[in-house]
């Protein structure tokens, strides 16, 4: 059973680390948007908030539904959400207002990730080995966003700011089916 535990513990460190790759994205490129789009700093400014701005908004909503939807759910529709913020920075913006709502929908997304696949893990683990389990999850939170940092400044250097988004947007997709779909790990 500990084994059942520690790799469903595992596969949710991975998705949640590869969900929260989009986290830094806007603030490696925050630099190129104020000389293409000549943008002031308060509007650079903003584009970045608009991240917390939708993170904020969501994640009571997300939070709560989780208590009376399936959180596996939640987690799928908050993952689609982020997906789709990132797309369409990396192919529909192209200035001020356009960033400012895909960004906010990026950080809509990351709120439907980030406490719903704590719920998705608690239900599934011994209460006894609960909070270890727990500690790994939020401590990976800092990983997920150091790697949004370094993976964000790589695809910058070698591709250009268009590809940062569009790269990294399809990463929370590859690992919603292992923590929404594949159920594989039974309650323990």
Known sequence: MRLRSAGYTLLMLMAQTCALLGFACCAVVLTTFQEEWHLSNLQSGLIASAFFFGYMLVVPLATALTDRVDAR??????????????????????????????????GAGLAGTYM?????????????????????????????????????????????????????????????????????????
């Open 73 to 106: 759910k939640v987690y799928l529709i908050g993952g689609i959400t982020a997906t789709c913020g990132l797309l369409g920075m990396s192919l529909l913006a192209y200035n001020f207002w356009t960033a400012l709502f895909f960004m906010a929908l990026n």
């Open 116 to 188: 719903p696949g704590l719920k998705i893990l608690s239900d599934r683990i011994q209460s006894g080995e609960l909070t270890r389990h727990i500690a790994f999850y939020t401590a990976f939170f800092g990983i997920g966003t150091g790697f949004s940092y370094l993976c964000s400044d790589w695809i910058l250097s070698a591709l250009g700011w268009h590809y940062v988004f569009g790269v990294i947007c399809f990463r929370p997709l590859q690992r919603l089916s292992d923590c929404v779909v594949v159920d594989s790990c039974p309650r323990v």
